[in-house]
């Protein structure tokens, strides 16, 4: 998602006439970070690096500081808090607001030229406008992400999304097929439909599996695929169509998060370790030769020896072919963030160590099969 946020950004300011410096190179005017707030370890990066472009004072062609932005869930997780945090920023602009960044942008301009030290914050838009995926600019040549829906109303206990992105919300159908459309025309003819839960996805009589048939239909386009789905909202629906549609890559990412029911709970993922795992069967059975990957989270608050065995288990059980194992922060906003984060570093290291050392095992050998 922030790929893509960061590629609409680029493109809203290249139709507004700015040019995009991606390799720092020239008169660097502005720079906008577009940020994430997953991790801890995502922001502790972003405030190092604002740190360090705040400290180049004097050293730019105009002698003064660029324009420093801070964009996206990072922006909504601090909200005006970011310019008492780091005194170099001029704005601060949500993950719904980014459309207003051009016109931000030349406020803070202007304000610069009146000798000025005008900060602006635009935060906390419920939604986008449709206008933000319009711009033509596209990074990659060959594969495009096209957003099908924003934000997430699950509130796994965990997670910062709903708070940043906000509620779950979808783009029309003919937007999305309008956007696909356009790509294939430039000749970018693979792409990636994305969501936080993209399962979910239901517009105007058209649900998920509806609008995987609408855009395998599509004439000229080489292939597909989605990014991300909930297991407790796949189905055998899902797997069937799937299976049937030509141009859809036969793969699945399924976030698993643990192998044990009481973590489970405690995370509010909505379904228990037995079926997770008859969701797989199913799909195996389905979707003939189909890739699976997952997601982990090692050492979440209260997790015992005896969890992170049954997750351990639950990778050698399912043998993913790959999985992004992740050792748990607590994030600002969540229920998880109340409860003690009583794993130990040390232990957390060590169970993350031993998730990812099985699953690169399991990965290899299913390459070299
Ligand atoms: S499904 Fe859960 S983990 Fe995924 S974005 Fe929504 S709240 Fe976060």
């Known amino acids: 998602m922030n790929i893509r946020d960061a590629e609409i950004v680029k493109g809203l300011l290249i139709d507004d006439g700015f040019r995009i410096a991606d390799d720092g190179k020239g008169s660097l005017d502005a720079v906008l970070f577009v940020t994430c707030s997953v991790r801890q370890h995502a922001e502790d990066r972003v405030w190092s690096e604002i740190g360090w472009f705040s400290k180049l004072k004097g050293k730019f062609p105009t002698g003064t500081l660029p324009i420093i932005g801070l964009v996206g869930c990072m922006a909504e997780n601090y909200k005006k808090e970011a310019f008492k945090r780091m005194p170099g920023i001029d704005l601060v602009v949500g993950t719904n607001n980014i459309g207003e960044i051009p016109r931000l942008l030349r406020k803070a301009f202007e304000e610069r030229q009146g000798a000025g030290e005008g900060r602006y914050l635009a935060v906390s838009k419920k939604e986008r406008d449709e206008f933000v995926y319009q711009p033509a600019f596209r990074e990659a040549k060959d594969n495009s992400f096209v957003v099908i829906s924003e934000g997430c109303d699950n509130f796994c206990s965990y997670c910062v ?209």
């Open 161 to 369: 999304v709903p708070y940043v992105r906000g509620r779950l919300r979808h783009r029309q159908p003919e937007n999305i097929l309008r956007e696909i459309r356009v790509n294939i025309d430039k000749g970018i003819n693979s792409l990636t439909l994305i969501g936080q839960n993209v399962n979910s996805y239901e517009c105007n009589g058209t649900d998920f599996t509806r609008l995987l048939e609408k855009v395998d239909s599509l004439e000229g386009l080489k292939e597909f695929t989605f990014f991300t789905s909930h297991p407790k909202d796949a189905a055998r629906k899902l797997f069937t169509v799937m299976s049937a549609l030509e141009r859809l890559k036969k793969y699945l990412h399924l976030p698993a998060q643990s192998g044990s029911d009481r973590i489970l709970g405690l995370m509010k993922r909505g379904y228990s370790r037995k079926q997770y795992l008859s969701l797989v069967e199913a799909y195996r059975k389905i979707v003939k030769n189909g890739a699976l990957t997952t997601d982990i989270i090692a050492g979440f608050p209260g997790e015992t020896e005896e969890d992170f065995e049954a997750t351990l288990d639950l990778l050698k059980t399912v043998r993913f072919n790959g999985a992004f194992i992740f050792k748990y922060s607590p994030r600002p906003h969540t229920r998880a963030a109340k409860l003690k984060d009583d794993v130990p570093r040390d232990e957390k290291e060590r169970r993350h160590r031993i998730l990812l050392e099985t699953q690169r095992k399991i990965s290899r050998e299913l390459k070299d099969k």
